[in-house]
């Protein structure tokens, strides 16, 4: 659906994306990850014709972009950075307005296909109230409505969740998952771990604008080998398991084991009162802060 | 696309308080005069002003005098420099080109708009002040005495002995500038040809408010830039050392609709006008849209 060759973008000296080659597949929840400051809204932005590559290549949809923003981009909806609309006008009218300014958008069926995408994003009930006066959560709910309104195969969303409280950004994962399961293809760019953890089946790292990790993210988060114990016994269970506890935190043990039924059943054996027991994987923060330096934002002494 | 910009366009308040103020000037001149009977002496203050105490129907042509040099170029300059800077700096550009609309297509929608929007404050004007001075100043009163002949400053010489004019107010007909008497339709003509003349002549500075806003992010500096432009432009034209540049500036003949009054018209400076606003248009233009069809959209 997307992919990128040694595509880099310069602003007069500032190396904004460095030689990135990614590549999303249909079906794909892709998240891409990254530092402030990394590059993820420029590639986002040469993605979709925003910004002109300095070298490398891109494809979309299977045409190149930028050449042919025309034909592509109809079938992609977009959340760039923090969702805009006209303040003075209503949620609604900017909807059929943004529907009307480009192609593939029938008149006949825009105010249906309006209605359906407020209410796919919870925002049926909004009234004739102009946009000024909606909350960052409705804007970035807004947002979102105006990139489903033309029921795009391919969703290109930065930073989705922005400014949402917590049931809003479940209602909207729901969503994406949702709409992933009926055959959109997802590429979302965050610093959100958590949501990407919870959203992603892939993901790439930016860094400083060079893709650092490409990778589905189940085989990132292959087991490591050990295996998470909690039990009202620590003592007993030390000295059963003797030499496989790596760390011991009060009730809590680390246990080097390959085999999570093997150690349950030894400790059952033992008479250790198991309360959990589980596998331990590399959370999506180990793995994205292994690859990854400090931040655009961030300056520390120069080493 | 067009339709998208002319709804955005009617949808702005802005719109409707600055045509709104464009027409209340010549609205609260009116009033003096008619209340004071103290019009400018002829050839001295705006053009045709000195006229309008007797020949009220003239009023459209000292509104338009009055709204030219500055509260129109001020109202385009300020509606064509946020045409692609104000949507940049609201970020709604970026969504418009992700949509995708052409950013040819823009530019050329944004033109429209800004045309429009001149068209429509040309038109508010000519109409309220047709108004104004029918009630306020009263229609032709041919009677009235007036003296000196119209010179370029554009006043009137008044009542030289109307050959009667089917369906005029009562009173007689409205002369020219030359002296002979015009008739309703001439005068309608007239009106018009000036109406689209001055909207003409507005197309300069909105190419150049255009050309700025898209280099820039900030509304307000397109528009200043482009009425920085056109002071300069109006410094110019008085000033004899600058001679030389004189034919090519943008505002060397935005006066030259007055020559619509005279009888027969007086073509030469008109068409001259004409001439240069459309080469502003084209350079401008031409700039506006390499420098946008190029652009790394940022913001």
């Known amino acids: ?303 | 696309m067009i339709a998208v910009e002319l709804f955005k366009l009617v949808r702005r308040l802005r719109t409707w308080v600055s045509v709104a103020l464009i027409c209340l000037l010549p609205l609260v001149v009116a009033i003096f005069i008619a209340v004071t009977h103290i019009a400018p002496a002829p050839g001295s203050g705006s053009a045709f002003l000195s006229a309008v105490l007797n020949e009220g129907q003239l009023y459209p042509a000292a509104a338009l005098a009055l709204v030219l040099p500055v509260f129109l170029p001020v109202a385009v300059a300020v509606v064509a420099g946020d045409s692609i800077a104000g949507e940049a700096s609201t970020g709604t550009l970026r969504y418009l080109l992700a949509r995708p609309v052409g950013r040819t297509k823009l530019l050329v929608a944004k033109l429209i708009a800004v045309i429009t929007f001149a068209v429509l404050a040309v038109v508010a004007v000519t109409v309220t002040s047709y108004a104004t001075g029918v009630l306020i100043l009263g229609p032709s009163r041919a009677a009235a005495v007036g003296t000196a002949p119209g010179g370029l400053s554009g006043s009137i010489a008044p009542g030289a002995g109307g050959a009667p004019t089917a369906g005029l107010q009562p009173g007689g007909a409205v002369t020219s500038l030359s002296g002979t008497p015009l008739t309703t339709l001439e005068l309608i003509e007239r009106v018009l040809g000036a109406m689209a003349f001055i909207t003409v002549s507005m197309l300069g500075v909105a190419a150049i408010a255009l050309f700025l806003s898209t280099i820039t992010d900030s509304a307000i500096g397109a528009a200043m830039g482009s009425l920085a432009a056109l002071v300069i432009s109006e410094i110019l034209v008085t000033l004899n050392a600058a001679s030389v540049v004189q034919p090519y500036l943008p505002t060397r003949y935005w006066l030259a609709w007055i020559d619509f009054f005279r009888q027969p018209i007086f073509w030469r400076d008109i068409q001259r006008g004409f001439a240069i606003q459309a080469v502003y248009v084209i350079v401008f233009l031409a700039a506006a849209w390499a420098n946008f069809a190029t652009r790394d959209i940022t913001t």
């Open chain 1, 1 to 303: 659906m997307i992919t990128t060759q040694h595509l880099t973008k310069r602003f007069g000296h500032v190396e904004a994306v460095r030689d990135v080659s990614i590549d999303v597949r249909e079906g794909d929840r892709y998240g891409l990850l990254g530092p402030n400051g990394s590059g993820k809204s420029t590639l986002v932005r040469m993605l979709l014709g925003l910004v002109y590559a300095t070298s490398g290549s891109i494809s979309v949809l299977g045409e190149p972009i930028p050449r042919h923003v025309g034909r592509v981009l109809p079938e992609i909806g977009s959340v760039i950075e923090e969702p805009a609309a006209y303040p003075h006008l209503s949620g609604r009218t900017n909807l059929r307005l943004l529907d009307a300014a480009g192609p593939h958008g029938s008149r006949r069926t825009r105010r249906r296909r309006v209605d359906e995408a407020l209410e796919q994003v919870g925002l049926a009930g909004i009234d004739r109230r102009p946009v000024r006066a909606y909350s960052l959560g409705m804007r970035q709910r807004l947002g979102l409505a105006a990139a489903l309104v033309r029921r795009p195969r391919l969703l290109i969303l930065d930073e989705p969740t922005n400014g949402l409280d917590p049931r809003g950004i479940r209602d909207i994962r729901d969503l994406l998952i949702g709409l992933n399961a009926d055959g959109t293809t997802i590429f979302l760019s965050s610093h959100l771990l958590p949501e990407v953890s919870a959203l992603c089946t892939r993901i790439g790292v930016l860094d400083s604008g060079k893709l650092v990790l490409q990778d589905q993210l189940a085989s990132l988060q292959e087991p490591t080998g050990r295996v998470l114990v909690s039990t009202d016994d620590p003592e007993r269970a030390v000295a059963t398991l003797d030499g496989l506890v790596e760390r011991r935190d009060g009730a809590d043990l680390v246990v080097r084991s390959p085999d999570p039924a093997a150690l349950n059943a030894r400790l059952v054996e033992a008479g250790v009162p198991v309360r959990s027991l589980v596998v331990q994987r590399r959370s999506l923060e180990e793995i994205v802060l292994d690859v990854t330096g400090a931040g655009s934002d961030q300056f520390g002494v120069p080493a």
